[in-house]
């Protein structure tokens, strides 16, 4: 893993707003936050109404938190070998669009795979596959703003971490010299939500909601916000998740901030008990307990949290744990850049 | 750097179940590509698929694809049970990757892999929304009285890896690849990087997808991508006369080690990874970048990394989806990155013979190149008859090609504009 690798911008759109500044500070104590982002203004909006009616939820935050990095960077030039990594949810479009679709395919009470084939095909506009293909979460922002390098798109928040790292290993593989990395994803949808529901997650605690997380790494900057110290997605199957997280925070060494990112009730236990082993006297900044649970977009809400942590107070060096469904342990280190 | 190798190799193709049946059928030049069976398609606008040649994947056909992994049948009497199974890509990727984990001597020793695999979206299961609807409204509190299986509306992007993950108890990491039809390429890319850079001894990689039912074949058909004729020669990759491409299903599976790890357990290598490029085309949501200038530097990109040149290269496994605009875009990228060699070099697409696997096509292609390393053989270009000339490559047409090459290129590229190429090297 490439050992500090500045991180020369960062922007997020989330339940905090749609600035991720300040946001370690509104995150402290028993706040709470609304579960879905802010409006976006139409000065701060991206693309023309027919490109954003082509986008999901997940694809417009995604675009508009792309392009609020690009103009925070300055990256307006030689995007053709920008590389762009990036987490995604579930597929997600409008009911309004998908279900007249299955109300033409009823015969009475019943339905009709007849009239699916013959009348429900045709019911629904075209546009709402663009919505349903979850790769345009990074397409439509690559496609508005003109980005060509060396890519990946990653499911869930696993693949959010492992978006980070493929953009690491890119820059240092010479693949290209600079990327983004990070995430969208909204878990706002009904069908998400009765999901959740179903499956006992909203019962074990956990809140859905939404946002987009970007990071923009360098190869060389001079004054970066902060630097990637370390990426890894580890499985913690066989060992449990307090023990895999104690684990990679002993193998850590020195840690001044710890923000987590747990999927629901156990993993939040999980990794609580494993911060309190390890770092007792240290403030523990509880992501989705404040903003919910973004998803796939989680863990990169969480290195805007610890970047914030880094650049506002006296912190030298942050991580990040994100545990998901999947049982999955993200551990993200984050040190001060030159500009904190 | 390490090299990596693959040693296992699982399929499940419209040619059947097993890694022989796809070589043998690309061997052959037959065609796989019929009428769809596995729902009633009378009132579909599409008739025609690449389509495994299993009505309905149950625990029984299940449990005895796979063997000693799940020997009392219970794991997939469970999932049955789930409703898992109604995702036909759930079984093909759990039938290949035992094929592949089987074929590559792996057992408890291995159980720490790394899993990369590419899957499509999730299955959408349209009968399912009629017990929300009343009076014509959904009501989604009805969901949770609705008398129906636990993976009800949708399956779960991940539904299939985290099968896997159960069946082969690993313990490593899971990446699941989301980039649209580059994805399976990508997925084998990755799993060659982790082990390259050390980050894994050894990864369960591969893709699997399907789109033949109702709402995938919908969807589909709503982009206006399938070819409008009902045949078994609808997809006509680079013929003047193509007309869209032919939706296939399926799955390929690999394991990735290291030479070293490989020669130390005594496993023969079947080939080698020996480089990987993407990028993006960042033209439009609906269309290739007409020139090709994307893809071409995803090529040049894979080829400068496994220290290629163009006159080293003795075949290429194109995307070819027998859509208008994607042939003519894929031949442009091809003859800018090999210039004259591109009169020279042999290239096909199989997907006249198997359809467009989507999210899995790229790992199929990748296994279907093997085909050059294990017989000597370069598969053909099903229905291709005239090649369009806008499409200025040394397209093999239907008759395969007997070749003895040690570089092969294979090309993928995703809806959306993600492309992808991996260069394979005969071990």
Same mark, same amino acid.
Request: glycine fraction near 12%; hydrophobic fraction near 45%.
């Given at each position: ?73 300055? #990256? ?72 060509g390098g060396p890519n990946g798109v990653y499911y869930s928040s696993a693949g959010t971490v492992t978006a980070l790292a493929q953009a690491a290993h890119a820059i240092a593989e010479g693949q290209c010299r600079r990327a983004v990395a990070g995430a969208a994803d909204h878990g706002l949808s009904p069908i998400c939500l009765a999901e959740l529901a179903r499956n006992g997650f909203t ?138 | ?11 499940? !193709? ?46 029984? #056909?299940?449990? !005895? ?56 979206l999730e299955q959408a299961f349209v009968e399912d929304f009629t017990a929300l609807f009343v009076d014509g409204a959904v009501d989604w509190k009805l969901d949770a009285a609705a008398p129906l299986p636990r993976v009800r509306y949708r399956s779960r992007v991940d539904l299939c890896s985290s099968c896997l993950v159960d069946l082969l108890d690993l313990r490593g990491p899971v990446v ?44 589909? #058909? ?49 080939? !080698? ?120 490559i040394r397209v093999i047409g239907e008759t395969p090609l007997p070749a003895e090459v040690d570089v092969v290129l294979s090309t993928s590229f995703g809806f959306g504009g993600q492309n992808a190429a991996v260069v394979l090297g005969r071990v």
């Open positions: 893993m490439t050992q500090g690798l500045p991180i020369v911008g960062a922007a997020g759109i989330g339940p905090f707003g749609l600035d991720y500044r300040g946001m370690a500070r509104r995150l402290g104590g028993d706040a709470r936050h609304s579960r879905s982002a802010p409006p976006i203004p139409p000065e701060a909006d991206v693309g023309d109404r027919r490109s954003r009616r082509l986008m999901s939820r997940s694809a417009h935050l995604c675009a508009v938190t792309l392009h609020r990095l690009l103009d925070e960077t300055g #990256w307006r030039g030689g995007l053709d070998e920008l590389g762009f990594f990036l987490g995604v949810g579930e597929s997600t479009c409008g009911a309004d669009d998908l279900f007249p679709m299955f109300r033409e395919s009823l015969e009475g009470e019943r339905f009709s795979l007849e009239r699916f084939g013959a009348r429900g095909l045709t019911a629904s506009p075209p546009l709402v596959v663009f919505q349903l293909l979850n790769n345009f979460t990074l397409c439509h922002g690559a496609i508005l703003e003109g980005i019962a074990d605690g956990l809140e859905a909601s939404e946002g987009s997380g970007l990071l923009a790494l360098a190869a060389e900057a001079q004054e970066p916000i902060a630097r990637l110290e370390r990426c890894k997605l580890l499985s913690t199957r066989g060992r449990g998740l307090a023990s895999a997280a104690e684990t990679a925070l002993e193998s850590l060494g020195t840690v001044d901030a710890i923000v987590i990112a747990p999927w629901g009730r156990g993993a939040r236990e999980g990794l609580l008990q494993a911060t309190s082993r390890r770092h007792r006297n240290l403030e523990v900044v509880d992501l989705t307990s404040a903003l919910g649970d973004a998803l796939a977009a989680t863990p990169a809400l969480g290195w805007l949290a610890a970047i914030d942590l880094l650049t506002e107070r006296d912190v030298a060096r942050a991580v990040v744990l994100s545990a998901g469904i999947d049982g999955q342990l993200g551990v993200v280190a984050l040190g001060r850049g030159a500009a904190a | 750097m390490t090299d990596a190798v693959i040693t296992g190799v699982g399929v499940v !193709s419209p040619f059947g179940i097993g890694f022989g049946p796809l070589l043998d059928g690309l061997a052959e030049g037959r065609s796989a590509v019929g009428p769809i069976r596995s729902f009633d398609v009378t009132s579909f606008p599409v008739k025609f698929a690449g389509e495994v040649p299993v009505e309905k994947p149950t625990a029984d #056909w299940l449990a !005895s694809r796979l063997g000693e992994f799940d020997a009392d049948g219970c794991r997939a009497k469970g999932w049955q049970a789930d409703g898992a199974l109604r995702d036909r890509k759930v079984a093909f990727g759990l039938v290949a990757a035992a094929e592949a984990w089987r074929s590559a001597g792996c057992g408890t020793a291995e159980r720490d892999a790394t899993l990369a695999i590419s899957l499509g699941v690849h989301v980039s649209a039809c580059a994805s399976g390429a990508l997925a084998v890319a990755h799993a060659a990087q982790l082990v390259e850079r050390g980050e894994a001894d050894i990864v369960l990689c591969g893709a699997a997808d399907s789109l033949l039912n109702p709402m995938g074949i919908g969807g589909f #058909w709503r982009l206006g991508a399938p070819s409008p004729r009902h045949a078994p020669d609808a997809c006509r990759p680079f013929d003047l006369r193509r007309d869209g491409l032919v939706v296939g299903e399926g799955s390929a599976m690999f394991v990735i080690e290291s030479r070293e790890r490989a020669r130390a357990r005594g496993m023969r290598p079947l080939a !080698s990874v020996l480089g990987q490029g993407s990028t993006q085309d960042a033209h439009r949501t609906t269309a290739p970048r007409p020139d090709g200038s994307a893809a071409a530097r995803a090529i040049a990109r894979a080829l400068d990394r496994a220290r290629i040149s163009p006159g080293e290269l003795g075949y290429i496994n194109a995307h070819g989806t027998g859509t208008p605009l994607n042939d003519p875009a894929e031949a442009r990228a091809i003859r800018a990155v090999l210039g004259a060699d591109a009169d020279r070099v042999p290239v096909s697409s199989i997907k006249g013979a198997v359809g467009h696997l989507m999210a899995a096509s790229g790992a199929i292609e990748i296994a279907a190149s093997l085909l050059a390393f294990e017989r000597g053989i370069l598969p053909g270009t099903a229905h291709h008859r005239e090649r369009d000339p806008e499409c200025d």
